[in-house]
């Protein structure tokens, strides 16, 4: 069982992760090119940053309320009926992931940083995925006693 739900939980990260990263990328849309040009190096170069443990539990804490941001967001924008107020919504839910990853103390290029990496870094993703189980159980415990 323990197997099964970690399982679960690496496909989940790694799926939320380029998630992430796209949601992002996506608030970007305005830079210009030698922006995206820069972006692309640090791409590459992504697999040589040094992650604290203090930036992973910032990001785990960001990634997690962007998370629950987006699934709200999802459910109203299929709902919409129409495209602008679709677009309107997704512009909302932006804003607000962006609220809620700097509210973490992290920098939206650090988060972007850290997801970027943590596609292409096994390790670094085994970290934010830990890290993930903990919080993820520590909520579930706080949810039951709260209840």
Known sequence: M???KTTLLTAALTAGLSAGAAIAQETNTQASKAQGVQA??????TQQIQISE???DQFVDAYLTVQL???KYQAEIQAAGDQAKAKDLQQEAREKMQTAISDSG???QKYREISLAA???EALRGRISE???VELES???AQKVDS
Request: avoid cysteine; charged fraction near 20%; proline fraction near 0%.
């Open 119 to 121: 596609n292409q870094d």
């Open 131 to 133: 890290k993930l189980t």
């Open 54 to 56: 203090k930036q992973v």
């Open 69 to 71: 941001i987006g699934q």
């Open 139 to 141: 909520r579930q415990q």
């Open 2 to 4: 323990k197997l099964i």
């Open 40 to 45: 692309q190096e640090q791409q590459g170069a």
């Open 106 to 108: 992290i920098a939206m």
